[in-house]
């Protein structure tokens, strides 16, 4: 059955306790998990759901539990009823490459868990996963590791597109990163973009449409994603400064500050885009070609460091 994984951005509310991802790529060797494993699915499956239970609790946000959902569309959500957060290792309409041959039971979903606590890894894998919208001859293989230190990776194994596939119906690649807050829609979501031997990971709310990206992962390609915290474990709930206008166009004005304290803007990334020392009692700070969206504003100082939740909106 054809379904589509359609999102609905919403303006995400301003948490000071937002889980913010840290993203990094590699290469590797693909390792298959031993094919002796049970497959989590029967065969034929296509649009399905299949319960799975971790060993050690998983937090996303809004979310911390050891009972999450395998959505056989490439997610892994907390509730196939009312989603309110999801892991994306490879989101596009997968199915058991069968079904387009008529000899199903080629593609199993395997799992298994390594290493003892508080190291422990839950890892799925997708075997000769093939396309809904897809030719016979296209398949995918690809796992999804899950740490006890609420990390996560994806790695991608062998693969076969043709030339102008429609695999990702009509996009140019899949879906890939962590939907950290789905209560009302997709309201917090950390996705890639641009290319996959290289790609960047975006931070989006309030979007019209999602980010894919431009081509598939290539075998033996690993993401990863690693929680942290904004600029230096600032709380947000520390002494305000004063940044003006907010949201903020072309200029971001920041004031009460003093000659030496050290001024950064941080996106939801983790990424400082903008660093200097103060001269005066005001910081004049140009965001004209910083892309949309939440940033941290961030001074440290002799007295105290404070930081302060700015908006970036063209």
Not at 192 to 200: M, T
Not at 202 to 221: C, I
């Amino acid at each position: 059955m054809k379904k589509l994984f359609t999102l609905s951005f919403l303006f995400i509310s301003l948490l000071g306790n937002a889980q913010i991802w840290r993203f990094t790529h590699s290469s590797g060797t693909y390792t298959p998990l031993p094919a002796n494993l049970p497959s989590l699915v029967s065969p034929g499956w296509d649009d399905e759901y299949v319960p799975i239970t971790l060993p050690f609790n998983f937090t996303l946000r809004t979310v911390t539990s050891n009972q999450w959902i395998l959505d056989t569309w490439g997610l892994i959500i907390d509730d196939s009823t009312s989603e309110t957060a999801a892991i994306i290792p490879f989101s596009c309409d997968v199915q058991d490459r069968g079904n387009l041959s008529g000899t199903t039971g080629v593609s199993p979903i395997r799992m298994q868990t390594s290493g003892t606590t508080p190291n422990q890894i839950v890892k799925i894998e997708f075997v000769n996963a093939g396309f809904y919208s897809g030719d016979s001859t296209e398949f995918v293989n690809f796992q999804v590791w899950i740490y006890e230190n609420n990390t996560v990776e994806y790695r991608f194994g062998p693969n076969s597109y043709l030339t102008g596939t429609n695999a990702f119906d009509g996009s140019t690649g899949p879906i890939i990163g962590i939907a950290n807050d789905l209560t009302n829609g997709l309201d917090e979501l950390y996705l890639l973009d641009s290319i996959a031997a290289s790609p960047v990971m975006v931070f989006l709310q309030n979007a019209a449409a999602p980010v894919e990206l431009d081509d598939a992962p290539a075998s033996g390609k690993i993401y990863r994603f690693e929680k942290t915290t904004p600029a230096n474990s600032l709380s947000l709930d520390e002494q305000k400064t004063k940044a003006y206008p907010n949201p903020a166009n072309d200029f971001l004005v920041f004031s009460q500050v003093q000659n030496g304290d050290l001024i950064s803007l941080q996106n939801m990334a983790g990424q400082i885009v903008w660093s200097e020392q103060a001269q005066n009692s005001t910081v004049e700070i140009p965001v004209s070609e910083l892309p949309n969206g939440l940033y941290l504003l961030s001074k440290k100082s002799k007295t105290g460091n404070t930081v302060e939740k700015v908006m970036i909106q063209h």
